[in-house]
Structure formats: structure tokens, C-alpha cells
């Protein structure tokens, strides 16, 4: 009783923030704030009576999900939310600094050949998974291949394919997994070949989709094998609960090799609606939060907000297979119709309007590249293409995941194309889970994605829109772009390697543009004061091993 009614004390608090930003906002009605707000209450009252802020004086972190993970399984996660929780029940042979350098993790040192092609890491012999068996290179053997193998159906497994035959495994045209250029030996070293010196070669492997996997849990278990009664792994945290649709628990690790975490238990609840997990921040729900565009410059000044730049593109793509932007002058009318400085102003939130690919902040980034705002030379490029004035134009559709944030971009995206093209474009915002599987069954003419840093090199944001890639859903492939992505892959000049770059990109996003850049974007957060050492990063992973509570 006494919680509930702290609970409504705080809401009623948060109900007169909420009304002076909503009150202020031309995108959001009152009577659309007053259900936020009624919502929110019920929500709220629900979350917090079951969430103490501590158990039996063991600290608690309490964060929010903006969707159901799609998958646990690190071979087919392609997603932000399902990488959070990935990160933080995984470690790889690498992990990054404080700088987003690579450094020894389960790896505690590795060798270079002196043709740059073969890679030796060297494991550390403490490291265990959760049931307590060694974590050996063999672990990592089998989950390169199961990334690799054709039945798997991994949309990541071009990460892996400079290894030598990984390619060629993952295609179909070798069957035998053992002619890939992985092997372990010892239980405790690991051997990788390449097909040609890739510099970058350690930060791949502080990604997720090449961490170990346990053949025996898997082979045992099958597609419930990632469930909390099954999954066995080797991170800070252990996940001990996952109400799906709801929430989902981790524990501290108390065999993790780094000494265990301070934080005892973390609960991630599932929220996509920003606004409520804005009640339960203000209403001591949980501990930190991501703001929604409106209410950005109210919080702007407090001593708990975050802004944050990140290595995070915005763009839409286009399935350069269907009718009417199989016409690259429609794609590049498309992308030439649009005003990208309008978007911070609706957002807030200090993202960087953007035409080129590679973002600021990462050696690459070019500017001046890509399709400026022209909307005279949109409509002639329209015209040509047999639509004068838009003309005859057919029904076409937006496709985007829900949020607030993609509702207010596609709804401004949509009023440019009317005002710039004179075209009707429809909006279809989906769940999560449904739309990145309808971009791979039933790709939209128009679509919404973004892609951060999986490592923090060009190479990352360039490969994919390669015409192997599996995360490239426009449809589109140009050879020359490909040989351009792989020589400056290879080189070591960073003149010569950022004017492969250069050339790569105005294909990408002036000739051919499969894809239209939008901006990049920025994290702003809310983070309670008793949360310490909390790392946050511009690659927007968050990293929860070093994290404390003050009681």
C-alpha cells in the first residue's frame, strides 16, 4: 500500500513534466497525453511493485528493451536489442578500450604472421562457461562453422569471409567444414588463416556473432537452446529468467575470469513505448532511460542527462528489384527531394544530417559525398524516369519499425516527397520482430534501417551493401563497388585506402543509390546518479561488467 501510493506521488509529479513538454509538442495532442499518462500510471504501479530497488541488500539495475529480442543465438542475432543482452552473458577473444581498440578478452594474447594472412590466438586457461567446463579454441571452431554453414542461414557470416574457403563453406560450393581456415591447436589455441591481410582482423572478433558456442548444449537442446533452463555461457552476467514479452533477468556470474560483477542482478523489462519508460525512470522504475524527441529539451539541462554522438547511420533503402526503383533517376530523385536538415530540427536530439555512408567520428567520413538537397533536379530526374510532376507515379509504401522517433521521420519523409515530388507515399510501421522478417520474405519498396558499429573501421559500414552481404536487403550488387571495399580493405596507406573509400561511397549513395542516408544519430539518456562507472560508449554498446550501485 505504502508503494503504491509513492508510486502515484511520483506519477502525479512526472504527469505535470509530461503535460509542459506534450503541451508544447504540434505532433502530439492532448487527449493522445492523457492516455500516455493514464497508461503510464497502470504501468508503472505494475513495474514498481514488483521491482524493489534492492534484494535482500543486493543491488539491482533496472533498464528497459524497446522490444522482445528476436534471438539469443549469437549466430543469427542481427539486432540492437538482442546484441544488449548478447554482450553482457558473452565474452570474445577481444574486447574494446576505453578508445574502441581492441584488447585481449578470453584471447590473452594473439600473433601476426609476417604476410599479415594467419592469425594466432593464444586462450586464456581460467575462463569457464556457466556449467563450469573450460572454454577451449574448439568452442570457437564449432561456432565459426555453424556461422558459416549454408543451413544455418546466418545473415552475419560474411563477417568471416576473408578466412580462407569460408566463403566458398558458406555458398554451398565446399561441403566440408574442415577446409575452412579455422582450427584449434591446442584446447587453448586457436588458428585462423585468411585469404588476404586484413589489419582489422581483431576487432571483428569482439563482435558477437564470433563468440564460442557449446556443440554439445546446442546439438542437445535444439532451437530452445538460448532459454535460461538450457543456455550455458561464459560472460559477466548468466541470464536466469526471460518472461517473454515482458522482462528479462541476469545474474552476476560468480565464476566469471574477470572477478564478479558488483551489480548482482539486472532486469531488462520490455517497453517500446518511450513515454512510459519515461514514467518509470521518473517514477524510480528503473535506472536509466532513452529520450523521445519532445521531451529532449525539457531534460536537456538536468545533471542526469547524456548526449552522446554515435558510429550509428540512419537510412532509408530501396528493393531496387521492384518497380518503380528499379530506375535509379527515381532513386536518386528520391533522395535528392529531401531537406536532410529538417530532421535534427524535429528530433532534438543532436544528430548530424547526413548524405555520405561512413559517419563522423570515423576515419572515412566524407561529407561532401552523396545526393544534396535539389528538388528542381529531383523532378527533372522524375520526369525523365516518365513521371513529370509525379505523374502516374504508382502506390508505393514506407516500411519502418514502430517508434515514435521512425513515426516522426517517416511522417516528415513522406511530407517532403508530397511537397518536393508531388508523390503520395504510404506509411506501414510494423513490430520489431515482423518487419525484419518481411525485409527478408516480402522486401518493401522503401524501408527503414540503421546500422552502428559492429567494429570501428569503414570496413564495418562499407561491406555491407557488398553483394554477398547478408544484411544488404536493397536487392542491389555492383562489382566495381565490391573490388573498391576490398582493396581498401587491405590497404595500409590511409591516403590511398580513404580514396578508395571516397570512390566506393559516390557509388553507393550518387550513382547507384540503392540506399538514401538520413542523419547520425545520437544517444540521449537519463541516468540516476547512484548508477557508477556505467559504460557508455559511440558505438552504443553498453557494457554492464564494471557497473555499481550506490546503496
Known sequence: MIQTLIVEQKIKRYANISRDVYMKSDNIKISMWAAIISV?????AIYISSTPETLDNRSLLRLTLRSEPPTLDWSLATDGVSFEVITNIMEGLTEYDENLRPRPAIAERWEVSEDGKRYTFFLRPDVRWTDGKPVTAGDFVYSWRRLLAPKTGAEYAYFLYDIVNAYEYNSGTIKDPYLVGVRAKSDIVLEVDLEKPIVYFPSITTFMVTFPQRQDIIERHGYRWTEPENIV??????????????????AANNGFYQGRPMVDEVRMFIINELSTALTLYETGGIEMVNLQPEAI????????????????????????????????????????????????????????????????????????????????????????????????????TLAYDTSPVNNLIAENIQAQWKRNLNIKIDLDNQEWKVFLKRLKTDTPAVFRL??????????????????????????????????????ASMERD???????????????????????????????????????DLDINAMELLYLKRARIEQ
Open 494 to 532: 590511409e591516403a590511398k585506402r580513404l580514396n578508395l573509400y571516397n570512390k566506393a561511397q559516390k557509388i553507393l549513395v550518387e550513382e547507384d543509390a540503392p540506399i538514401m542516408p538520413l542523419f547520425i544519430t545520437a544517444q540521449n539518456l537519463l541516468i540516476k546518479p547512484k548508477v557508477k
Open 233 to 250: 555461457t561464459n560472460g559477466p552476467f548468466k541470464l536466469s529468467g526471460w518472461q517473454h514479452e515482458y522482462s528479462l533477468t541476469l
Open 40 to 44: 503510464a500510471i497502470l504501468t508503472s
Open 450 to 487: 540503421g546500422w552502428g558499429a559492429d567494429y570501428p573501421d569503414p570496413d564495418n559500414f562499407m561491406t555491407l551493401f557488398t553483394t554477398k552481404s547478408g544484411n544488404n536487403n536493397t536487392g542491389w550488387g555492383n562489382k566495381r563497388y565490391d573490388e573498391l571495399v576490398a582493396a
Open 297 to 396: 529539451p525539457f531534460y536537456s539541462k538536468s545533471k542526469e542527462y547524456i548526449n552522446l554522438p554515435l558510429l550509428r547511420g540512419y537510412y532509408y533503402g530501396f528493393n531496387v528489384k521492384a518497380r518503380p526503383f528499379n530506375d535509379v533517376r527515381v532513386r536518386r530523385a528520391f533522395s535528392m527531394a529531401i531537406d536532410r536538415l529538417e530532421l535534427p530540427r524535429i528530433l532534438k536530439g543532436g544528430e548530424i544530417p547526413a548524405s555520405s555512408w561512413i559517419p563522423k567520428g570515423m576515419f572515412g567520413y566524407s561529407p561532401d559525398i552523396g545526393s544534396k538537397f535539389d528538388p528542381e533536379g529531383a523532378l527533372m530526374l522524375l520526369a525523365e524516369a516518365g513521371y513529370p510532376n509525379g505523374k502516374g507515379f504508382p502506390s508505393v
